[in-house]
């Protein structure tokens, strides 16, 4: 094992273009350390993994040889995780040009988000799911498309932007997709956000969920009653009742 961490080791610095002396001096090491890890005759202290992996853009994992299952064939972490993150349809993505990149860097800059999530959560029960924003090759100069699971909500241009209107541009992009994101909630809706809204309630209302879910009733069911109640009432606030209810027609058809 010792020697196959060496050689991934030296693989991976390479693919960095890096020389042992650079890899070294950046990790607070000497390089006759790195030269000893390389050929095999000794092996990095456990403490110093987290930096060798953040300078070879590598996995912990797959460093160590405890996963085989690659999708890069160098090992990268960074393509292993673009990958990754094109691999699934998202509940929640903005998608915008490259005009629009420049207003993105700026909003980020902000807590608007949080500030909608919050807003959102206090008038609806809601949860904004996490939303990733990408710039998107095919879009034109300044447009904007809001996606759920790859179905478009929302595609629209941006004109006359300017310096000082960044941030304003960026909190109207993500108005547009908070808007969207409760008119659409029965659809963005999964059983992740229902296990991340249960795990709230039961830190604060324990008793409400006892012995309920998932050992009585499903995520699945849960998530299922949530969206019969967001097309009914438009509101999901009242989670407490939502699960006593799910409770009684559980008892109700035993």
């Not at 095999?40 to 403490?47: F, H």
């Not at 405890?66 to 691999?87: H, I, M």
């Not at 998530?223 to 009914?232: A, D, G, K, S």
Request: hydrophobic fraction near 35%.
């Amino acid at each position: 094992m010792t020697q196959q961490i060496g050689e991934k080791i030296s693989r991976f610095r390479q693919n960095q273009n890096m020389t042992q002396e650079e890899f070294a001096s950046r990790l607070g090491v000497t390089p006759q350390a790195v030269s000893k890890w390389e050929r095999g005759t000794s092996l990095p202290d456990t403490a110093l993994l987290p930096g060798i992996c953040n300078l070879l853009k590598v996995r912990a994992d797959v460093l160590l040889g405890t996963k085989v299952q690659l999708l890069s064939e160098n090992g990268d972490a960074q393509q292993e995780r673009a990958v990754r993150q094109n691999l699934i349809a998202e509940p929640l993505r903005i998608e915008v040009g490259a005009g629009l990149v420049a207003c993105i860097s700026e909003g980020l800059k902000t807590d608007y988000v949080n500030q909608c999530r919050r807003r959102l959560a206090a008038g609806t029960g809601m949860l904004l799911p996490l939303v990733r924003i990408m710039d998107m090759e095919g879009l034109k100069e300044n447009e904007v498309r809001i996606v759920s699971y790859d179905q478009t909500l929302l595609q629209k241009e941006y004109g006359g932007i300017q310096p000082g209107t960044m941030q304003q541009v960026y909190c109207s992009i993500i108005d547009d997709a908070v808007r969207l994101c409760r008119e659409n909630y029965g659809r963005i809706l999964n059983k992740q956000l229902v296990k991340c809204l249960l795990d709230n309630l039961q830190e604060q209302y324990p008793g409400v969920l006892d012995g309920l879910v998932p050992d009585r009733i499903s995520y699945y069911e849960v998530m299922l009653q949530l969206r019969q109640t967001v097309e009914e009432k438009g509101t999901i606030r009242d989670l407490i009742h939502i699960m006593e209810a799910l409770e009684q027609k559980k008892c109700a058809n035993a």
